[in-house]
Each structure stands twice: as structure tokens, then as C-alpha cells.
């Protein structure tokens, strides 16, 4: 089984920054993918950014594509989330999660508790 944190949220003017972190713990490795998706208030969750253990490609939606990068520290089992330019309607729960792909990502039960970005 394995334990996710999330931590680095907070509240940002639009045009700032936040970074992100999650630290895991336990079988990391046993999944496809790990990464990030968001959920806010009356909206479906959005896959937002992941990396597949197998080589490192990575994804990320369109809706982020160019302001948000992610990236891993193996050494230390945390994986981070570099919000840039952040606008709005990027207000949202940001949750890290484990998976086979994005799309399952947003379902699995292997994810953190969140953490909160808010922009305004």
C-alpha cells in the first residue's frame, strides 16, 4: 500500500506561483503513473500533469500545457508540481495520485488527501 502527502497549497494572485510537493511512501513503483489532477467546486475531476515511471514521459492537459511543470526526486519519493502563471480557473482541490494512466488517475483510491490552490 502506499501513503501520499500532498502539501504546498495556498492563495495567489493570478500571474503568481506555487510549488507543490507529495511525498510517498510504500510501493510507489507498482503503478503506471503518478502525478496530479484537480477537482473544484461543481466541476469533474481534470488529470492535470503526470510522469510514467517507464522511461519519464510525461503528460499534462491542455488546459496547463506551458505554465505547469512536474518532476520527481527519487531519492527523496516526492514528486513536485511547479504552478506558474496561474490564473482563476485553476482554483481547485489539487490531489497526487498513483495509477496505470491519467484517466484512472482521477478515480483511484491511491491518492492524497489534497491540497488547496486558490487564485484570486
Known amino acids: 500500500h502506499v501513503q501520499l502527502v500532498e502539501s504546498g497549497g495556498g492563495s495567489v494572485q493570478p500571474g503568481g506561483s506555487l510549488r507543490l510537493s507529495c511525498g510517498a511512501s510504500g510501493h510507489t513503483y507498482s503503478s503506471n503513473c503518478m502525478g496530479w489532477f484537480r477537482q473544484a467546486p461543481g466541476k469533474e475531476r481534470e488529470g492535470v500533469a503526470f510522469?510514467?515511471?517507464?522511461?519519464?514521459?510525461?503528460y499534462y492537459a491542455d488546459s496547463v500545457e506551458g505554465r505547469f511543470i512536474i518532476s520527481r526526486d527519487n531519492a527523496k519519493n516526492t514528486l513536485y508540481l511547479q504552478l506558474n502563471s496561474l490564473k482563476t480557473e485553476d482554483t481547485a482541490m489539487y490531489y497526487c495520485a498513483k495509477s496505470g494512466n491519467p484517466v484512472t488517475a482521477t478515480t483511484t483510491s491511491e491518492r492524497g488527501q489534497g491540497t488547496q490552490v486558490t487564485v484570486s
Open positions: 510522469v510514467y515511471f517507464g522511461g519519464g514521459s510525461t
